[in-house]
């Protein structure tokens, strides 16, 4: 790892990467960059400068002030209110659950009994 001393450096992508090598790509990657206008913070070193060198027509660097920057939080958004949900109207409890298809069958079984006595 890198030591508390150790410099830091803001790296900022300004340009997009899709048109670029593989290899440019894979090291906006590497440095943590994903998206234009995004900003990482990288130690200082031989190794992070050497990264910042291959892809320096995409990106723009400057030094950190001592204290670590942090991005803002977003603010938090409140939790939709759930709706009220509709009363469902239930079957009286006095009714058997056959009664309903009993009385469909009755009227159907007189009319046939009524056509035979017609005839």
């Known amino acids: 790892m890198t030591d508390t001393n150790t410099p830091m450096l803001l790296i900022t992508q300004v340009k997009s990467g899709i048109t670029q090598t593989p290899a440019a790509r894979k090291t906006l990657r590497a440095l943590g960059l994903t998206k234009i206008g995004s900003t990482v913070q990288q130690a200082d070193i031989p190794t992070t400068r050497g990264m910042i060198r291959a892809v320096r027509h995409l990106v723009t660097v400057e030094v950190a002030p001592e204290k670590p920057v942090q991005a803002p939080k977003p603010a938090e958004k409140e939790a939709p209110k759930e709706a009220p949900k509709a009363a469902v109207k239930a079957a009286p409890k006095d009714t ?5 298809k009993a009385a469909e069958k009755a009227p159907k079984a007189a009319p046939k009994a009524a056509a035979k006595e017609v005839k």
Do not use: E, S, V
Not at 96 to 100: L, M, T, Y
């Open 96 to 100: 058997p659950k056959d009664a309903p």
